[in-house]
Each structure stands twice: as structure tokens, then as C-alpha cells.
């Protein structure tokens, strides 16, 4: 042992050297606490664009469409916008029509009947 003022000295570094690394291990756990958030995100933002479809919308406005899927049973509407289609054809895997000449790209949504529907997507 040395003189009480070196033993307050190398308590003093060692203290210092101790809250060092404290922070950097502090430092490190905050990085992987945010990488992993920041890879959540991330991962929810690319999911978000993937919404899973229930079928295929191909078309133009003012000419015909057909939509591809299953389950289409015997009937129903066919709705992009909110606004009924006319349809000519319907099957089980596929519903044929004739779009209005102002659909815009989005949501189709085939209504079954009142508890059951189908969601599509049409791109123009």
C-alpha cells in the first residue's frame, strides 16, 4: 500500500475506469436496443405494402375486366371505389365485366353476400 493520497488516486482511476465502461456497455445495449426497433419498423413498413389479396385484377376503363380467384360462388357486386361494376360473367374462379370509363387504380372488392367479400387490387 502507498501513501493515502495515492491509494485516493488509484481508487479515484479506477473508479473513472469502472464508469467508463459502464457507459460504453451502457452504449452498446442502448445501439442493439435501437437497431432492433429500427429492424421492427423496417420490416413493418415493408410488410405494410404486401397486403395479402384474395385475387387477380386486370382491366381498363371503359373496357372489360376479369378477376381471378376462387370462391366467387354464383353472385354478387363487384366494387372498385365503392361503385358497383356491370358484370356479365360469373363463376366460381373468375367474374367478368365491363369497367365505368372513370375507374381509378385501387381497391376491388367483390361482395359476395352481406358477410362475405373478396379483396383484389386493379392497377390502370
Known sequence: MGTPLEDKIKADEKAAVEKAAAVVGAQAVADAVAKVATDAVDAA????GKAILDMVVRG?????????????????????GG???ETFEWGNEYI???????VKSGEVVVQIDKDTKRIGYLKV
Open 83 to 85: 361503385v358497383a361494376q
Open 96 to 102: 367478368r365485366g365491363k369497367l365505368d370509363a372513370n
Open 60 to 80: 381498363t376503363p371503359g373496357g372489360k375486366f376479369e378477376i381471378r380467384g376462387t370462391g366467387f360462388s354464383s353472385g354478387g357486386s363487384v366494387l372498385i
Open 45 to 48: 413498413k415493408a410488410s405494410a
